[in-house]
Nanobody, 119 residues
Framework: QVQLVESGGGLVQAGGSLRLSCAAS????????MGWYRQAPGEQREVVAD???????NYADDVKGRFTVSRDNTKNMVYLQMNSLKPEDTAVYYC?????????????WGQGTQVTVSS
């Protein structure tokens, strides 16, 4: 069983910063791409940023220059540093990882952490 647990969400004023963390645990062989998604009320879940095992990164256009994704392969963790936060960044943020349990990769999700940015 693979578990992803996020932490670091909260309430912050516009212009502030937050750092999200996600820890993967359980019985698995390898983790490939890890990433962050978010879902605002009434909206679809959307990708925010992802990072490959070799640390190639991709960002959604509206977070480029403000958010930074990173990972620590020795600790099976992924991070999202969020700076210059805006009210429109308010959402539940989910960690995602492609994990090889036996011989195939499968996608796993965390339970989500709330980020609220006040104006």
């Amino acid at each position: 069983q693979v578990q992803l647990v996020e932490s670091g969400g909260g309430l912050v004023q516009a212009g502030g910063s937050l750092r999200l963390s996600c820890a993967a645990s359980g019985n698995f062989v390898r983790i490939s791409t890890m990433g962050w998604y978010r879902q605002a009320p009434g909206e679809q879940r959307e990708v925010v940023a992802d990072i490959t095992r070799s640390t190639n990164t991709n960002y959604a256009d509206d977070v480029k220059g403000r958010f930074t994704v990173s990972r620590d392969n020795t600790k099976n963790m992924v991070y999202l540093q969020m700076n210059s936060l805006k009210p429109e960044d308010t959402a539940v943020y989910y960690c995602n990882a492609d994990v090889m349990v036996k011989t195939m990769y499968d996608s796993y999700w965390g339970q989500g952490t709330q980020v609220t940015v006040s104006s």
